[in-house]
Structures are given as C-alpha cells and as structure tokens.
C-alpha cells in the first residue's frame, strides 16, 4: 500500500509529464505484487470501487476518534482544503503494524460494500489505526469514492512500455480494452505472447461476502445451495499440461510446500478447482494455525507430515481440459466437479458436501452446529451462480458461526494513544480463579466512540490506582468479550 | 509580573523584555533566529552557546551577556534563568520567578531530541507562554529517524541514477540537523555559503560539523553527481543551482504535511520535518508544565487558545505582531523559523 500511496503523493505534485512516467514506471517496477500494480494502473485510467460512505460521516467518525471539537476539525480543514488529507493527517498512526496490500484493501471495501454502518466503521477504523498518513488518505478516498487523480492514458501507456519494454501500440490496445482490475491477472494484460506463465495462473477467487441477517430470508433451497464454511487456506489447485500448481488467495504460490498432491500430475487430465486447505484429521479438520505453522517451516519430517496432513476440500471446477467454465451455473460446475472428484477419489482430496435443508429454520440449525463439524459458518450460494470476481456479490454468501461470549473482569484500562489522553481503550481482562484474579485477555478494538466515551466516564470515577497510562479498576466492571 | 506591550513581552518588575521586536534597554532572547533576536536593543541577554551566532547575524558590537542553562541570576528582584528548548542549537526558555509567581516563556520549541540541539526540558510554572506555529491536529511528526532514513533512500536512490539531491533547509537549525544525521557513506555533502558561514561559528565551539562548502570555483569545475547539497530555500531556483546539471530538490519542513502548501511551494518532493512542536508536542508540553494559565503566541494562537479553553485550561491569545497572521484561516507563508 504504501509503494501506491507514495507515488501519489509525488504524482499529485508534479505537472511535468517526464517525471509522471518515471515516476509510474518506478512504482511498476519496485511493486512486486502483480494484483496491485493492476489495479494500480487501473485506479490511474479511472477505474474505481464504488465509493461506500459519504465524507460526512467520515468527518464524524474523525472527530470522535481523535477526541476533537469539530470546530477544530473544520479550521484544519480549511488548510488542507481535503477531507480524505485532513483525516489522513489526523489519524495516522505512527506504528505501522500492517502490510496489506492495495488491493487488499480495495477488496475489504468492496466486501463491505452493502454492510451496515457499524461493520464499515470497523474496517475504517482497522485503516486508520493501522496505515501511515498517506495511505490512509489513500484509503480514505477509495472508501468514499472520490480517487480521482488526472493522468492522461498516454502518460500511463509510456510508463508501461517503460516498464515492460513492450510495443506502444500493443500496450495502449491492451490497455483501452474493456477490462476491470479484479478480473484480470497483469501477465494477462501485458505478457501478451507468453503462455509459459499462464500455466500456473490462478482465476480471480471468488468474493464471498458475509450476509446480513434480512438476506437470510430470501435463501430457499430452490435456487440455493448450502456448503460449509472452512477456516483454512483458501487456494486453487492448478493442473495444466499436467503440471501441478497451488496458489494462494495473495497469489503466493506453494506447491512446494503440500507435496501431498503431487500425484495429481498424472492421469486425471487439466483442471483448476477452487478450496480451501485444511489439516483433518480423523472425520474434521483440526486448528488452521497447525496448518500454516507447517507451511511457514523449511523442512518438513515425516512425523510432521503424519500429525498435520494437508487436505483440499474441493468447492469449484473452474477449468477443464484448458477450458475456461466460470460462466456456466454452479449447478453445471459441481455436477462437473464431482464425476472429477469420483475419478480422483483420493483421500486428500474431498468434495465439500452439501448441506440439505429445507427452510432458512434449518439453515439456522446448521450454522449452529457448524463447530461440530469442524467449520466456522456455511457458504450459500447461488445454483445458478456463475463465478465471477468483480460482480454479482449476491450471488454468494457467508454465514458465520456467533462468536463465543465470555464474562470477564477488567482489571486494567489503558489510556488511548490514538483519542488522546481522556479516554480509555485497551484494557486488560481477567478470569477468577479461586480468590485470585489471572489475567487472560487485551483487548483494543471493537467498540464505538460513545462506548469508548462511557467506559473512559465511568473508569475516571472508579479507579483505584493509576501508574504512567493506566489505571488499575476495582472489580465491579465485568464486560462481556467476544473471541 | 508580565505585561504584552507593543514592543514585546514585558517583564514589569525586572524591566526587561523578552524577544522584543522593537528597540528596548534591556533584551533577553530566547534563540537566535532573527524573528526572535532582533537588532538595536541597548543590551542582550542570553545563553551562552548562542551568543557567537548571534554576534554574527546582530554584529559583534552589540553588547550581550551569557549565561549557562540552569545557571539562575537576578534582575532587579526577578530570579531569571534558562532552559533548554530542543529547538535549534543555543534556543532557550527562559523561566522568571518573582515573590513565588512563576512564568515561563517557551520561545520556540520541540520536544523530541535532534541529537544535535540541547534536548528540551520541561519546566515547571504557573504561566506558561507557549508558541503554536503547528497547532493543529493535523501537524503530527513521524520520529526523525523514520524521516531521516526517508531522505537517506531518496538521495541513494538519486546518487544511484547520477543525479544530484538539492536540499532547501534553513541555515541556523535544519542545515546542522540534517548534516549532523543523514548518513555520510552515501556520498559527499555540500554546503552553500550562507550555511557555510554558520558552520564555521559552530566548529569553533566544539560541534563537529562535515566541511563542504563550495567555492565559486568548485561549482564551476567539480562534478556533484551522487553527492547531496544543502542550500537555504531562498538559493534554490537561481542560477546557483542550475551549475550542478541534473538534480533533484527536496524542500524539508513541518510544512511539507500538506498537500496544498506543496503545490503552492512547487515542492514535488517535501519531506516532513520540523524544529517546532507538533500537536501533540504542544499539548504534552502545556501539560508538562502543570500551568494553570496558558498564553499562545506565534502560529495558530486564536484557535489553540480556544481549543485549550475547551480543555478548561485558562488560555489567551499574546497580543503581540506575531499573533494575528493567521487568524484569517489563510496558510501562513511564515517561515519555519
Ligand atoms: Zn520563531
Ligand atoms: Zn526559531
């Protein structure tokens, strides 16, 4: 993200075209990431998320957050002459403890495009409290859909023929087709003849958004299905001219890593399919931590291969024999899916079942005993769904399961680093034991400003002890936690 | 005890002033920036770690009197001393306690430690006079040193493609800064004249500041390429700068933050840096001092008094020349001294 938001930031401070396609090119070729750089030179021609929020409520949010009149803000607002800049400079934080990606980002936009308020707040504020100033006022207009910068198209085709030393005429071609950054892959934009990477090139995932509950309603088992949701690693198994390749949602590739499949490689023909990866053990899946610990190693032993098995749990056929199907129904795909699935018939391998339900009771019932069967939600999805990245996001859905609640004593509240000095935000909580109190928990997130505001009135008037930043709370608050 | 006269901060018992902008008998000055060390007082009263510069910009003839940090003397009954303020090398608060009232006046300053200037030390008193050039919330800083390897990447990166980094820095406080912290195995730094000068008064009290000035005769024949220059602002532009072939020039200030000011400065690449207080240096500042009231000078005054009203803080505004630029709303072009 922040490559991206530093060249913006030089590119809104210049006129000079030279120096606009050096510094394009310079951005294109120290970003590494090919989904950023896509959607990169997409945002530079134009193409944008949907803005999601008015600047309004932003400015609301800002002075909540940073525990300001709004007077104040106004004034600072008239220097800058830029909401998104103002909040940028008032928010930021000084830590950076993030390394998402633009379109990282740009996706947690689009995921919450329908949400409510409280669901987009949250995301606004995981951005401010999280990204430096020039990336939050990135951010902040991507949200709000105001990106907007002016680069005329032949200064971005001059910087990626720069870059990639291509024909000016086959980039500007490329580049004036009708193409949306989410569908398409940068080796498919600009590396027009070479096929060898398009081997191992994954399809744009699908975007599962979470549904709210008034949706819930319209689901009927006539034209949906319900499959469980997995906690794993989301990833397509790529065979092509029967080679095998796994990527990730990020693009990582890490074949190497599971050799578990490479007996894929023979005999049941070129495919991709979409899933997610589990360790199982036993009839379900065990703790998706165990799964990337062992991913992230660099040599692997046999007992570690034996106590953590990596399973795919198939959920989509997205190719066959080199035939690209996403446009075909979902109803086709799985039909397609499991003759595949009885042809491979491995144990690594598994065909994520359907869950039979009747009404949106039972579709209820199934959720709630999704921890049995060791999955953290249901996925439904359209029969007739095709499989498309950038669209359509009624088409699939995520129920999760309820978070657990606990009740816990909160033993110490720390001042906010962010609001000020005023007010409380990260609290420590504890669980009784006997007579004693053990600490379990922090907490730093999840509540609203007029929560922060209450709790902050109420710790003033409670404390019993403060030292440096915190202040040491009797034990007659006991808030209830969700983990 | 004190008195806003139109000639400056007055001190009533002592008879003095303050940074005074008008002639007067008797000076103390907090720094020796030349918004706050004017010329044609009677007698000027300082620290003694600014006097050689002061003698430099004033000239050697004015009469001035230099004491040490800490160090307390008496001026007809008032007990005057000063107190670092972390804001270039020789900057002062000066603190003034008379019949167990005590003011401090803060002159400029910033809390965080440039490695260079003596780091500030918060002082405590019942009135505080603070500055507010950066009053606003969305003056924050990054640490210096996340800066300062910021424009150590840029210069590599430029000494990499054979190009030459122009740095417009002011000649007494961020010229000695920068030089004092970017890394030297990069390449060679130069200096204009006008920082030069100062320099040479700083290495003959004991700061050990790289030479590298550039004589006329240099500029014509020496290749720069790789190598950084630091310039006061006014310099850049000219034909001063035209000799070093293919360059890149940054600007480095507090007010680089914004955009706007960006464009309105024609500085594509500004990299945010001050010898003034942020936001939130200020607020930790006034807090610091556990002063009940507060008067605001220099930058932002009506709008950081009222915020620290809000803050049930007794808080004015110095009705002084400098307040007032900027209650229109309007960006001051002020310089960032
Ligand atoms: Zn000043
Ligand atoms: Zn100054």
Redesign the interface.
Known sequence: MKTFSEMIRLLEGTSDSIQKINLISGYLTSEKNDKDRVWAIGLLLGIRPTGIIPVKKMRQWCIGHVGIPIWLYDFSHQITGDHAETIGLMVASEVQNNNLYLHNWIEKIQQVQKAQDDQIRELVMHAWSSLENDSVYIFNKLITGQFRIKISKNIIVEAVCKTTGQDINAVSYHLMKDWHPDQIYWQQLFNFENSESRISNPYPFSKIYAIHSEEVETITPEQWVALWLWDGIRCQLIVRKGEIHIRTMGEELITNKLPEFGFLQGGYGDFVIEGVMVSWIGDKPIDSEKLLARMSRKYITKKVFQSIPAVFIAEDLLEEEMADIRFESYEERRSRLKNLMARINNPNVLLSPLIEFNDRFALAYHRNKARETGAIGLILKKKTAKQRADIVPEEIWEWKNEPYTIDAVLIYAHRSLIRGNHFFSDFTFALWDGDNLIPVAKAFSGLGDDEIIEISAWIKSHKIESFGPCGECPSGLSIRTFI | MVRFTDKGIYCIPGDFYIDPWRRVDKAVITHAHSDHARSGHSQYITVKESIPIMKFRLGSFIKVCGYSYGESFTIRGVKVSFHPAGHIIGSAQVRLEYKGEIWVVSGDYKLENDGISEPFEPVKCHTFITESTFG?????W??QQNVISDINQWWKSNAENGIVSVIAAYSLGKAQRLLYNLDLSIGQIYTHAAIENIHNILRLQGYKLVEGHISENKLKTQNFTGSLVLAPPAAIGSAWTEKFGIFEEATVSGWM????I??KRN????FVLSDHADWEGL?SAI?FTGADKIYVTHGYSE?YA??LR?ERYDADVVKTEFSGDDES?L?SERMDE
């Open positions: 606003l919330p969305i003056f924050r990054q640490p933050a914004v955009k706007s960006r464009k500085a594509t690449r500004g607020n807090q709008i009222k915020f809000e709303g960006i």
